[in-house]
T-cell receptor
């Protein structure tokens, strides 16, 4: 089975940087995904890591360490529209297993 | 426009009634998935299908049933046996049904309320 942990809530100021950590213990691993979900809406894909290291995509970056079972999502230059839930998901055995999500609130 | 559609967006049913949620995709994806989301919880997998005419139970399949007669369609039936059916239901699809985990793309969701 999969055990995926991420913080429940984080608050940051507009323009700042926030790092959302995700740790996992899995019986199989085929990649680590991050999704963004605004309240009442569907999740949208943000990033995918299958090898160790940092993947950068504009204001968002994602890091993976497979040996430590650890990933983080880095959000830079925070904007009000970044207020959302961020879901960490581990791929394996033909499917994704999701963490409970981290709700990020951006304050003016 | 390519995408995944779910209907309806909001659905109300009386306790004891079966209800079927629709999910259609025109992305030519082989794999399709159904998730349930409850407040403060992550997505939990109900059923998934890697190919037409084949599907597997996820982590919380009890009280649910699915069919996959067409590549584009993966309807979910919430039966009266599901003890707590009120939830937000999300359908997703992915390019292939192989062992490597695909990026999944989600429909807009159906919010089911059982009265």
């Amino acid at each position: 089975g999969q055990n995926i942990d991420q913080p429940t809530e984080m608050t940051a100021t507009e323009g700042a940087i926030v790092q959302i950590n995700c740790t996992y213990q899995t019986s199989g691993f085929n990649g680590l995904f991050w999704y963004q979900q605004h309240a009442g809406e569907a999740p949208t894909f943000l990033s995918y890591n299958v090898l160790d290291g940092l993947e950068e995509k504009g204001r968002f970056s994602s890091f993976l360490s497979r040996s430590k079972g650890y990933s983080y999502l880095l959000l830079k230059e925070l904007q009000m529209k970044d207020s959302a839930s961020y879901l960490c998901a581990v791929g394996g055995d033909y499917k994704l297993s999701f963490g409970a999500g981290t709700t990020v609130t951006v304050r003016a | 426009d390519g995408g995944i559609t779910q209907s309806p967006k909001y659905l109300f049913r009386k306790e004891g009634q079966n209800v079927t949620l629709s999910c259609e995709q025109n992305l030519n994806h082989d794999a399709m998935y159904w998730y349930r989301q409850d407040p403060g919880q992550g997505l939990r997998l109900i059923y998934y299908s890697q190919i037409v005419n084949d599907f597997q139970k996820g982590d919380i399949a009890e009280g649910y049933s699915v069919s996959r007669e067409k590549k584009e369609s993966f309807p979910l039936t919430v039966t009266s046996a599901q003890k707590n059916p009120t939830a937000f239901y999300l359908c997703a699809s992915g390019p292939s049904g192989g062992a490597l985990a695909d990026t999944q793309y989600f429909g807009p969701g159906t919010r089911l309320t059982v009265l």
